[in-house]
C-alpha cells in the first residue's frame, strides 16, 4: 500500500506529464499574456491587444512548460528504471539532466551551468517537500509538563 | 497491461454466501455482538490474522479518489479518474504527435537546405535549426487544439451525463470554431469541418482498438 497510486506506472506516465505540464503552461500564458497584452496596448484596443498577445504568445508559454515537464518525467523514468530505487535523488538526477538536455546547443559551459542550476533547484523542491510532508504528518503538540514549583530562594 | 488499454469496469457483486464465507456470520441474521463472537470459530487466531484469507482474494478498498471515472460511455482506451487524466493524456499525446510531425517535417525540409560544401558542424544547425522552426510551432497549435477540445468534451460529458460519439464530434467542432475564430468567418469554417472531421475519424479509430 506504500505505492502512489495517484500516479500512473512509468512509460505511460511521461504522456500525463506532457500534457499536465503543457495545459499548466496554456492556462498560466493566457492569463500572464492577457493582463501583459491588455497593459501594453493603448487606450481603444486593449481587448484586442490582449487577444492578440495571447494568441501569439500562450501557445509558447505551453509548449516550453510542456517540453520541461515532459522530459522531466523521461529522465526521472529512466533514472527510476536505472537506480531501481525512489527517493529523492532521482529527481535531482532528473532535473539535472533536464537542464543540461534543453541547454545543450548554447555550448559545453551553458549546459554544464544550466544542468547544475537545475538539479539544484529540484533539490529545493524535494527538500521543501520532505519538510512540508514532515510538518504535516506530525502536528507538533507540544506535551503539557507539570511546572516545577518555584524553588524559594533562601 | 491492462493499465494501458483499459478493461471493462468489473461490477462483481458479492453473493451472499460469500460474504458469510469471508467474514465468518451471516450479516443478515446478526443482531448483536454477543451473538458473533459466539459463532464458532470467529476468535480463531489463524482467522484474524491480518494476511488470513488470501486464498479467497483480496478485497480491495476502493477509494473515492482511486476510482475510474463512472461516466457512461467514458470508459476509454487508457484508464482514466477523472477529466485531468482525459486532459492531460490526450494533450500530451496529440502535443507529442505534432512535435514529431513537424520536426520530422522540418528534419527533411533542412536536409533539402544544406547549404554546400558547409563543414559538419554547421550542417548539422542548418537540420537543427530547422526543427526548431517547424516542430515546435505545429506541436503548440496541435497542443492548443487538443486542450480546447478536451476541455469542452468534459464539459459536454459533465452536462449530459454520458459520453457517446456526438459529444467528441461537437466537441471538435467548436474547439475548431474557436480556434480560428478571430481569422474570420471562412477560415473559422474550415477549421470546424477539419476538427468535426478529426473527432469523427478518432471515434472510429477508438472502436477498431477497443
Same mark, same amino acid.
Given at each position: 500500500?506504500?505505492a %502512489?497510486?495517484?500516479? %500512473?506506472?512509468? =512509460?505511460?506516465?511521461?504522456?500525463? %506529464?506532457?500534457?499536465?505540464?503543457?495545459?499548466?503552461?496554456?492556462?498560466?500564458?493566457?492569463?500572464?499574456?492577457?493582463?501583459?497584452?491588455?497593459?501594453?496596448?493603448?487606450?481603444?484596443?486593449?481587448?484586442?491587444?490582449?487577444?492578440?498577445?495571447?494568441?501569439?504568445?500562450?501557445?509558447?508559454?505551453?509548449?516550453?512548460?510542456?517540453?520541461?515537464?515532459?522530459l522531466?518525467?523521461?529522465? %526521472?523514468?529512466?533514472?527510476?528504471?536505472? @537506480?531501481?530505487?525512489?527517493?529523492?535523488?532521482?529527481?535531482?538526477?532528473?532535473?539535472?539532466?533536464?537542464?543540461?538536455?534543453?541547454?545543450?546547443?548554447?555550448?559545453?559551459?551553458?549546459?554544464?551551468?544550466?544542468?547544475?542550476?537545475?538539479?539544484?533547484?529540484?533539490?529545493?523542491?524535494?527538500?521543501?517537500?520532505?519538510?512540508?510532508? @514532515?510538518?504535516?504528518?506530525?502536528?507538533?503538540?507540544? =506535551?503539557?509538563?507539570?511546572?516545577?514549583? =518555584?524553588?524559594?530562594?533562601? | 497491461? $491492462?493499465?494501458?488499454?483499459?478493461?471493462?469496469?468489473?461490477?462483481?457483486?458479492? $453473493?451472499?454466501?460469500?460474504?458469510?464465507?469471508?467474514?465468518?456470520?451471516?450479516?443478515a441474521?446478526?443482531?448483536?455482538?454477543?451473538?458473533?463472537?459466539?459463532?464458532?470459530?470467529?476468535?480463531?487466531?489463524?482467522?484474524?490474522h491480518?494476511?488470513?484469507?488470501?486464498?479467497?482474494?483480496?478485497?480491495?478498498?476502493?477509494?473515492?479518489?482511486?476510482?475510474?471515472?463512472?461516466?457512461?460511455?467514458?470508459?476509454?482506451?487508457?484508464?482514466?479518474?477523472s477529466?485531468?487524466?482525459?486532459l *492531460?493524456?490526450?494533450?500530451?499525446?496529440?502535443?507529442?504527435?505534432?512535435?514529431?510531425?513537424?520536426?520530422?517535417?522540418?528534419?527533411?525540409?533542412?536536409?533539402?537546405?544544406?547549404?554546400?560544401n $558547409?563543414?559538419?558542424?554547421?550542417?548539422?544547425?542548418?537540420?537543427?535549426?530547422?526543427?526548431?522552426?517547424?516542430?515546435?510551432?505545429?506541436?503548440?497549435?496541435?497542443?492548443?487544439?487538443?486542450?480546447?477540445?478536451?476541455?469542452?468534451?468534459?464539459?459536454?460529458?459533465?452536462?449530459?451525463?454520458?459520453?457517446?460519439?456526438?459529444?467528441?464530434?461537437?466537441?471538435?467542432?467548436?474547439?475548431?470554431?474557436?480556434?480560428?475564430?478571430?481569422?474570420?468567418?471562412?477560415?473559422?469554417?474550415?477549421?470546424?469541418?477539419?476538427?468535426?472531421?478529426?473527432?469523427?475519424?478518432? *471515434?472510429?479509430?477508438?472502436?477498431?482498438l477497443?
Open positions: 500500500m506504500s %502512489d497510486h495517484t500516479r %500512473d506506472p512509468c =512509460p505511460i506516465v511521461i504522456l500525463n %506529464d506532457f500534457g499536465g505540464a503543457f495545459a499548466m503552461g496554456v492556462i498560466g500564458g493566457c492569463v500572464w499574456h492577457g493582463i501583459k497584452g491588455f497593459r501594453n496596448s493603448p487606450y481603444g484596443e486593449r481587448g484586442y491587444g490582449a487577444i492578440s498577445a495571447i494568441k501569439a504568445r500562450a501557445p509558447v508559454v505551453g509548449g516550453n512548460f510542456g517540453v520541461w515537464g515532459g522531466f518525467s523521461t529522465f %526521472d523514468c529512466s533514472v527510476k528504471a536505472v @537506480r531501481k530505487r525512489e527517493d529523492a535523488w532521482n529527481a535531482v538526477i532528473a532535473g539535472f539532466f533536464t537542464g543540461g538536455a534543453l541547454a545543450i546547443r548554447g555550448g559545453w559551459r551553458h549546459t554544464r551551468n544550466s544542468a547544475i542550476t537545475c538539479a539544484c533547484l529540484l533539490g529545493v523542491f524535494e527538500g521543501v517537500g520532505m519538510m512540508m510532508s @514532515r510538518v504535516m504528518a506530525q502536528p507538533q503538540i507540544a =506535551p503539557m509538563y507539570p511546572e516545577e514549583s =518555584p524553588k524559594m530562594a533562601a | 497491461m $491492462s493499465w494501458l488499454f483499459g478493461s471493462k469496469p468489473k461490477t462483481e457483486e458479492q $453473493s451472499q454466501s460469500d460474504l458469510k464465507q469471508s467474514l465468518g456470520f451471516d450479516p441474521q446478526v443482531a448483536d455482538v454477543s451473538q458473533i463472537l459466539q459463532t464458532p470459530g470467529v476468535l480463531d487466531s489463524s482467522r484474524l491480518p494476511l488470513a484469507g488470501l486464498d479467497k482474494g483480496i478485497e480491495y478498498l476502493d477509494l473515492e479518489d482511486e476510482q475510474l471515472t463512472t461516466v457512461e460511455g467514458a470508459q476509454g482506451i487508457i484508464p482514466s479518474r477529466w485531468t487524466d482525459d *492531460c493524456y490526450g494533450t500530451g499525446a496529440v502535443y507529442l504527435l505534432g512535435l514529431g510531425l513537424g520536426g520530422a517535417y522540418g528534419m527533411q525540409e533542412g536536409i533539402k537546405n544544406i547549404p554546400p $558547409s563543414p559538419g558542424k554547421l550542417q548539422l544547425n542548418t537540420v537543427l535549426n530547422h526543427m526548431t522552426k517547424r516542430g515546435p510551432y505545429l506541436g503548440n497549435s496541435a497542443g492548443v487544439l487538443a486542450l480546447t477540445y478536451n476541455l469542452i468534451d468534459s464539459s459536454l460529458d459533465a452536462l449530459r451525463g454520458k459520453h457517446d460519439d456526438y459529444n467528441t464530434v461537437a466537441a471538435g467542432a467548436l474547439a475548431g470554431a474557436l480556434f480560428r475564430s478571430s481569422a474570420g468567418i471562412k477560415p473559422m469554417a474550415y477549421s470546424t469541418a477539419l476538427m468535426a472531421g478529426a473527432a469523427s475519424a478518432w *471515434c472510429g479509430i477508438k472502436r477498431l477497443q
